[in-house]
């Protein structure tokens, strides 16, 4: 944010607490904590960002819409994902989570509520054709 590097060394502040904590919090008992503690630090401080700017210059930098479509990706992928960790065939886990991130992107994009993002899509998928 431009004129307010005091917010940007907050947020990084921020973000770095958030990071280490997450990862003490989780660390010594899952094997994906460092990954979800980064995550988790991302998310924390772009929301802090989203705040700052609609307090600090008036506007918010997304759309409504496009947030409440992010949650509610984000939920059922969260939902889909929790119940795919419970199978306990490594393969047949495999195979599945693969499947699901696969449609999952897919499924993201086409029902993006912005259609820069299908239009993005649709040029990918020409350019794959193409080459096949």
Not at 10 to 23: A, F, H, P
Not at 55 to 82: D, H, Q, T, W
Not at 103 to 123: C, G, Q
């Amino acid at each position: 944010m431009t004129n307010y590097t005091k917010y940007e060394i907050l947020n990084g502040i921020i973000k770095l607490i958030t990071s280490v904590g997450t990862m003490i919090v989780l660390g010594k008992r899952y094997i994906w904590a460092v990954a979800f503690s980064l995550t988790i630090s991302e998310v924390v401080v772009n929301i802090l960002k989203t705040i700052q700017v609609k307090m600090k210059v008036g506007i918010l930098p997304y759309e409504i819409k496009n947030f409440i479509y992010v949650i509610f990706i984000a939920l059922v992928e969260f939902l889909l994902i929790s119940s795919i960790s419970k199978i306990q065939n490594f393969l047949i886990w495999v195979i599945t989570m693969s499947i699901t991130v696969i449609l999952s992107y897919i499924i993201t994009f086409n029902l993006s509520p912005d259609k820069d993002d299908r239009e993005f899509i649709k040029t990918i998928v020409k350019k794959i054709n193409n080459i096949f």
